[in-house]
Nanobody, 124 residues
């Protein structure tokens, strides 16, 4: 089993920044791809960003490209999501996850462990 715990969410004004963290424990974390998804109220969960096991490869949703940066520290089993230039439409619960594959994944079905999420709210 893998346990994932997100932190760093909160309320921020439009144009501001937040840094989300996801701490992993349990089974191996560093050998697998990880990612971030989000779900706004009344909407389906959507892919935000993914990173390969090594951190060498990343991929972003078009809506966050240029504003968000995903990174990981395998020494501490932590994955981060730096969010800059936040917009009200970024408001959602953000979830981190771990895939069973080593390369970047964009579909939720390709991730087998999920955290409980952290709320991000962006005011206009």
């Amino acid at each position: 089993q893998v346990q994932l715990v997100e932190s760093g969410g909160g309320l921020v004004q439009a144009g501001g920044s937040l840094r989300l963290s996801c701490a992993a424990s349990g089974q191996s974390f560093s050998s697998y791809a990880t990612g971030w998804f989000r779900q706004a109220s009344g909407k389906e969960r959507e892919f935000v960003a993914g990173i390969s096991w090594s951190g060498d490869y990343t991929y972003y949703a078009d809506s966050v490209t240029g504003r968000f940066t995903i990174s990981r520290d395998n020494a501490t089993n932590t994955v981060y999501l730096q969010m800059n230039s936040l917009k009200p439409e970024d408001t959602a619960v953000y979830y981190c996850n771990r895939s069973s594959q080593s390369g970047v994944r964009v579909r939720s079905s390709e991730y087998d462990y999920w955290g409980r999420g952290t709320q991000v709210a962006v005011s206009s």
